[in-house]
């Protein structure tokens, strides 16, 4: 064995043939090229491309799902909230871990989503052209504007019903049914809000109640296992604490929609974000928003969520926006509305809807405004049916709704709270002279039409602060003939230096521009109507009531005593009487402020971050006028025989003098709009009123003694609703 | 010796050459087969980690008994001489078929394929373990007609041998292991010194086939291949310009090559580790078996796939240097067939996943999950062993092969 061992080669190499050596060289140099080939491919995959594969191994793995930030609060001048937010308990619903049979019913319902939307687009160009043809109406026909409604409503995001489940999801509905009974919906409710939910924001989870309330929430929590798919998740929402307080000047919020998401305002947001809607909500959206976070979810192929260590970008809370607003001030000016408007229809007048302004006439901040009716802007924080959302937007979109500020969006013809405007441009114009006695008699006829006193009073001549005092007609008749004689539009130009017929530039997200009636004004609207007659082919348009009349001296009549063609809103008009009381407290040099709500911007923290300013022009008004006027004004509020003297009975007028100026309002088809506007000239806490109060009867009647209840919580006196009984104009 | 001395002698005298006879492996395709082992464990760890939430080491424990099965398996047929083999040609080809056909009939369908036989503990994938039947039977069969092999009959025997059961386990269907089993057929004829003249005619005739099959089979209405296979096949010529992301079905070959490569080209220079999406989470489809060398890139970045490929070079070339040293011609073919089976599944398996080469559906050698394709690649490395012990040992007995 062992021992016959011969010899031991260390290299045990055997001779090979040379066929066979070619033939294992070319196999061998194959694999050398495939080797080559791949380690090549692989240098081109993993080294030179590998960031691009990178990214798209990302996106493929990755959802992201903001985390909503706590939106900012708005607060009042002393720090008040008006405006916060409240964390509970959302039910919500996980797509995912639902029974099956959703996701056929979220494919028709996007279906016919995508389908409307095409029949929106093709009504926004109608729209467009429409509106073209029109050219910039002011004041369209009824025609006209029944068909621009209906243009416009065709444009609004288009209300597609959810497609009823299929039958097959019998186990959805039976989840959704008991779900339900649980929180108080219907079964139906339930799927629309997941199916729009999951339209919006898929894969996010959706919300469909967010008051369900301690007794629900804990029914849930201890039988998850029989609602597969409900869950529950702390959601920040918006809380109004005191309802309808100032709603329409605070606004609401809701999710951003797809239409809105191409506006600038809401450049970088998301689609589903809570954003401000309207009013201040609106207008300072981009620092109430916050910066949401990010919860990053990775994913499967079967898109369900996996365990990741994908951290959360944290959300960055919105700021705190400090207004100018005085909530006392607010809410009593809101009872006193409410007060004045209450005792006006137990007075038999219909009293259909107010406003109010409550104005710093040095600096334009604005103590308190508002808007009645008025809503709940806590509805908006949950989700909304069409039917409760047209109740808000008006009755058939014929008038205003409730969602309208009447303060800055009315569009109104003033009454005589326009003649210390029309007593102005006249005096510096030396139209009229201050001692000159004018407008005798009950009526002025120009070309045998008669001009008359409210009741056809007879006030004889009087002078500028008597016709002031007393609110004679016939002198301001007579001054706006006198103006017009006199040319160069007088009191127009003086209605637009202090204030009025131009947007004020508050910082709401809407404002009515106004109209002061004038022959330029005159020339455009018929040209308007010959135009939009002509894209009719003859039709009338109703843009002005006769077709191609001149401009006559009764337009000017009419301005000068705050009717006719003459629109603006309580704002303006609180403008300018701001205008004239700074004016006077400062020897004639005035300041047309820029009314504002907004005061500072804080960090949440509460330290303050920016100051808003708002610019402000400078006017030069003659002292000596201007103090004739006051002089007139203060004693329609004080003297014998003036129009809201006895409104002020018991007023301590040496403390806080009231100038004030009813006014009564005719509008074709409608009960007397009353109006007042005052300024109380304390030296330390000067405010300027104005309150209207539409179908509201005489000025002094209903919106003077809801002005001296705003006074008084103004100044700490106690309240009282005292109504005068003068019926002028 | 002298008689007087036989208590010492006996001793000392059988030590030396004992060792030399007890080198039992060759050491560096030894290896690569531990190393191969070793990653395929730890990148099916973390690939196969989701599959199956309750248990996730099923599939790393369970390939960890096949490796291990088939590593004592090696250790077995490095023991036996292989020339013994040569005898049972017919059993073997008999056993090749029958179990070929076993499967057809009695076969446990999986993904719409019926490949395997289940038994209780394992399922028995009759075709990967039929490539080392073929391997041995096709090689006794060659080395018969040692003296006819530049007949044309040999050659065209030699083929229809392979093609039929080529053709039952296409049928199963598994495209790949057919496809496996004519390269081994071919590349036996070549290593055996079959003619250029038959070679080149054969070439001519794989590309007839598959103009055929792929391109005109179709257009005249003879569907060779069913239709996803075709796709399959074509899909790596036309990549990601049409891949649809949403809502694909994950068995769309485009989804799943591009998937691939996005999982390799994500791991970069030296992987993407803990950060690794594509393959955990499933988007590449069959991540545990064909498409493990994503799951590898994925985690492992070019440095562990270079490393996996640096292996299978290894593995390759010591095949081949077996091949050139067995003792004789038998030996020689059984490696050239190995060579060959090991070779195609490489290439065309890492091609597929880095979109150079047709989805075939072949599996990674020893990479790849899968008890009959790891124990079939190590029954086919056990018998490189033994040739590899076998040339060593009589190369120290005699010093010389015999060779045709």
């Given at each position: 064995m062992s021992a016959i061992e011969p010899v031991k080669p260390r290299d045990p190499r055997v001779p090979v043939s040379p066929q066979l050596a070619l033939r294992v060289a070319i196999i061998g140099g194959v694999a050398m090229v495939m080797f080559g080939v791949i380690f090549f491919r692989l240098w081109y995959l993993q080294v030179l491309s590998g960031e691009q594969y990178v990214a798209q191994a990302n996106a493929n793995g990755a959802r992201h799902l903001p985390i909503a930030a706590p939106r900012g609060q708005i607060l009042d001048r002393e720090g008040q909230p008006i405006v916060g937010s409240t964390v509970t308990n959302a039910v919500q619903i996980v797509p995912d871990a639902l029974p099956p049979g959703l996701s056929t019913q979220v494919q028709e319902y996007q279906a016919s989503l995508a389908k409307a939307e095409v029949a929106r687009r093709a009504a926004v160009t109608r729209l467009a052209g429409y509106e073209a043809a029109l050219g910039r109406v002011r004041r369209p026909t009824s025609a006209q504007r029944l068909e621009l409604r209906r243009l416009r409503r065709a444009t609004l995001p288009p209300l597609v019903a959810v497609p009823p489940l299929p039958r097959s999801a019998a186990r959805l509905e039976q989840l959704f049914r008991r779900l339900g009974h649980v929180i108080r919906l219907s079964a139906r409710t339930i799927d629309e809000r997941v199916v729009e939910g999951i339209t919006v924001t898929p894969y996010a989870h959706v919300t469909i109640k967010t008051d369900a309330g301690r007794g629900a929430l804990t029914v849930l929590g201890e039988r998850s296992a029989e609602f597969p798919g409900v869950a529950q998740e702390p959601v920040s929402i918006r809380e109004y604490p005191d309802g309808e307080m100032a709603a329409q000047l605070v606004g609401y919020v809701g999710q951003l929609n797809e239409s809105e998401l191409k506006l600038r305002a809401f450049h970088g947001v998301e689609q589903g974000t809570i954003v401000g809607q309207a009013g201040l909500e609106y207008y300072y959206d981009h620092y109430l928003r916050g910066v949401p976070g990010e919860q990053r979810i990775a994913v499967n192929a079967e898109g369900q969520p996996v365990p990741s260590k994908l951290l959360p970008i944290a959300p960055h809370a919105g700021h705190t926006l400090q207004t100018t607003l005085d909530l006392g001030l607010q809410k009593a000016s809101e009872n006193a509305m409410k007060e004045g408007m209450e005792h006006a229809r137990a007075g038999g007048k219909p009293a259909i809807a107010g406003a109010f302004v409550a104005l710093d006439p040095l600096n334009g901040e604005v103590l308190a405004m508002g808007s009645s009716p008025s809503f709940d802007p806590n509805k908006f924080a949950k989700p909304l049916t069409p039917a409760e959302y047209s109740a808000l937007t008006g009755r058939n979109g014929e008038e205003p709704g409730r969602l309208t500020d009447l303060a800055d969006e009315g569009a109104y013809p003033t009454g005589s709270t326009f003649k210390p405007i029309t007593a102005m441009a006249a005096l510096e114009a030396g139209v009229i002279t201050p001692s000159e006695g004018l407008g005798a008699g009950q009526c002025i006829f120009v070309s045998s039409e008669p001009f008359c006193n409210a009741g056809h009073a007879e006030y004889g001549n009087a002078t500028l602060v008597e016709a002031l005092k007393e609110s004679s007609d016939t002198y301001f008749f007579t001054v706006g003939k006198l103006a017009n004689e006199h040319g160069g539009e007088v009191i127009q130009r003086k209605a637009r230096e202090l204030g009025v017929g131009e947007p004020t530039g508050i910082d709401l997200p809407s404002e009515f521009a106004g109209v002061i009636p004038s022959r330029k004004w005159l020339a455009e609207q018929n040209a308007l109507e010959s135009k939009c007659e002509q894209a009719r082919h003859g039709r009338r348009c109703y843009i002005v009531g006769e077709p191609e009349q001149p401009w006559t001296v009764g337009y000017n009549m009419d301005l000068a005593v705050g009717q006719g063609e003459l629109l603006t809103d309580p704002l303006q008009m609180a403008v300018a009487y701001s205008t004239l009381a700074n004016a006077y407290r400062n020897g004639g040099n005035g300041t047309v402020v820029t009314p504002h709500i907004g005061k500072q911007i804080d960090e949440p923290t509460g330290s303050l971050l920016q100051t808003l300013k708002f610019p402000s022009r400078h006017v030069h008004l003659n002292y000596e006028d201007l103090s004739l006027v006051m002089e007139g004004i203060h004693q329609a509020a004080t003297a014998q025989g003036g129009t809201s003297t006895q409104v002020w009975t018991g007023w301590n007028q040496a403390e806080d003098p009231v100038y004030g100026k009813t006014g009564t309002a005719e509008r074709a088809g409608h009960v007397e709009q009353s109006w007042y506007m005052c300024y109380l000239g304390n030296a330390q806490r000067p405010i300027v009123i104005a309150v209207t109060v539409e179908e509201g009867g005489f000025g002094a009647e209903t919106a003077a003694p809801i002005a001296r209840l705003i006074a008084s919580q103004w100044y700490g006196k106690p309240k009282k609703f005292v109504p005068g009984s003068s019926a002028t104009r | 010796m002298s008689p007087l001395s036989p208590i010492t002698a006996p001793d000392e005298a059988p030590a030396a050459p004992a060792r030399t006879l007890r080198l039992p492996l060759d050491p560096l395709l030894t290896l690569a087969v531990i190393g191969l082992g070793v990653g395929s464990l730890i990148t099916l760890k973390a690939a196969t980690r989701n599959l199956i939430p309750s248990d996730p080491h099923y599939y790393v424990d369970r390939q960890a008994v096949y490796l291990a099965l088939g590593f004592v398996a090696m250790l077995g047929l490095s023991r036996l001489d292989y020339s013994i083999l040569r005898r049972y040609k017919n059993v073997i080809y008999a056993a090749l078929m029958l179990s070929i056909l076993a499967v057809l009939g009695l076969g446990h369908g999986a993904n719409g394929a019926v490949r395997s036989i289940n038994f209780p503990l394992f399922s028995f994938q009759a075709s990967e373990v039929g490539k080392i039947l073929l391997i041995l039977a096709l090689s006794a069969f060659i080395v018969d007609r040692a003296r006819q092999l530049r007949e044309r009959d040999t050659t065209v025997r030699v083929l229809i041998a392979a093609l039929v059961p080529a053709m039952f386990v296409i049928a199963q269907p598994d495209l790949g292991s057919g496809l496996v089993y004519m390269t081994i057929a071919c590349m036996l004829l070549f290593v055996a010194g079959t003619s250029w003249r038959h070679l080149a005619a054969l070439a001519a005739l794989v590309c007839v086939a598959i103009a055929f099959v792929l391109v005109a089979g179709p257009a005249v209405g003879?569907?060779?291949?069913?239709p996803y296979q075709t796709e399959r096949l074509t899909a790596f010529l036309h990549p990601s310009s049409t891949v649809q992301k949403e809502g694909t079905e994950s068995t769309d070959p485009r989804y799943q090559q591009e998937e691939s490569k996005i999982a390799i080209g994500s791991g970069g220079k030296t992987g993407r580790g803990a950060q690794a999406n594509q393959v955990p989470y499933g988007f590449v489809p069959e991540s545990d078996t064909d498409f493990v060398f994503a799951a590898l890139g994925e985690k492992y970045g070019f440095l562990g796939a270079g490393l996996v490929l640096a292996l299978y070079a290894l593995l390759i070339s010591r095949t081949l240097r077996v091949l050139v040293m067995a003792k004789d011609l038998f030996g020689s073919l059984i490696a050239a067939g190995v060579a060959a089976m090991l070779m195609f599944q490489v290439f065309v398996n890492v091609g597929m996943t880095i979109g150079i080469m047709p989805i075939t559906g072949v599996t990674l050698p020893l990479m790849s999950y899968g008890g009959s394709s790891v124990i079939a690649t190590l029954l086919g490395i056990g018998l490189l062993q033994s040739i590899y012990v076998q040339a060593r040992s009589s190369s120290a007995l005699k010093g010389r092969v015999l060779r045709y």
């Open positions: - | 003879v569907h060779v291949l069913k």
